[in-house]
């Protein structure tokens, strides 16, 4: 299960804070993705990056944040301007951006908004 | 863009029984099409995959078939076992980076 990670395993905030997850890979992996998991709806696309210095919004990006300013990492922000982050989040990697390549899995950072 | 339909999205079988989850695609450009596994508190992981050029895939218990007329496809695990209690996703990507992820199936298998 090594070479991508995430953390905080879980994390809580308040209303109206912004906060961040981390998402780390030592996989050498160009493309990174974010993923928010809710119960009974899948995986949906936050955001990704096929390379560094580059992301693209994905289907549900309103409310989120990214950098890619190295290639192993791509951290997340949540903003005040989410209005439902409590959710499952799940960052994955692969080798490059092509729809093809397996996608790599984090273990996820639960974050609930007290 | 892509629409990922997955049925059923609970799944309950006996030991030793066959267990066959099914999706369907809106979008007939999608040319790939894998399945992830997700057991309790772990990560997804890819567990077989299947390119537009071909009909079905193999291995071990765990099939996967392909109807591109259709645009449905589906998963076959055969002689489950209590290990393949988990949530089951399907997936199709055009070959871009986009992977659409249907809503999941949850497995469970009862000794």
């Known amino acids: 299960d090594g070479g991508i990670t995430q953390s905080p395993k879980y994390l809580f905030r308040k209303e109206g804070q912004n906060v961040t997850l981390s998402c780390e890979q030592n996989?050498?992996?160009?493309?990174m993705y974010w993923y928010r998991q809710d119960p009974g709806q899948g995986l949906r696309l936050i955001y990704y990056s096929q390379i560094v210095n580059d992301f693209q919004k994905g289907d549900i990006a309103e409310g989120y944040s990214v950098s890619r300013e190295k290639k192993e990492s791509f951290p997340l922000t949540v903003t005040s301007a989410q209005k439902n982050p409590t959710a499952f989040y799940l960052c994955a990697s692969s080798i490059t951006g092509a729809g093809w390549n397996e996608q790599f899995f984090g273990p996820g950072t639960r974050l609930t908004v007290l | 863009g892509e629409n990922v339909e997955q049925h059923p999205s609970t799944l309950s079988v006996q030991e030793g029984d066959s267990a066959v989850i099914k999706c369907t695609y809106s979008?007939?450009?999608?040319?790939?099409f894998p399945w992830y596994k997700q057991e309790l508190g772990k990560r997804p992981q890819l567990i077989i995959d299947?390119?537009?050029?071909?009909g079905e895939k193999k291995d071990q218990r765990i099939a996967v078939t392909l109807n591109k007329t259709a645009k449905h496809f589906s998963l076959h695990i055969t002689e489950t076992q209590p290990e393949d209690s988990a949530v089951y996703f399907c997936?199709?990507?055009?070959?871009?980076?986009?992977?659409?992820f249907g809503a999941g199936t949850t497995v469970t298998v009862r000794a």
């Open positions: 979008d007939s450009a999608s040319n790939y």
């Open positions: 299947i390119r537009s050029n071909v």
């Open positions: 997936a199709a990507s055009k070959s871009d980076y986009k992977l659409s």
């Open positions: 996989l050498n992996h160009d493309a």
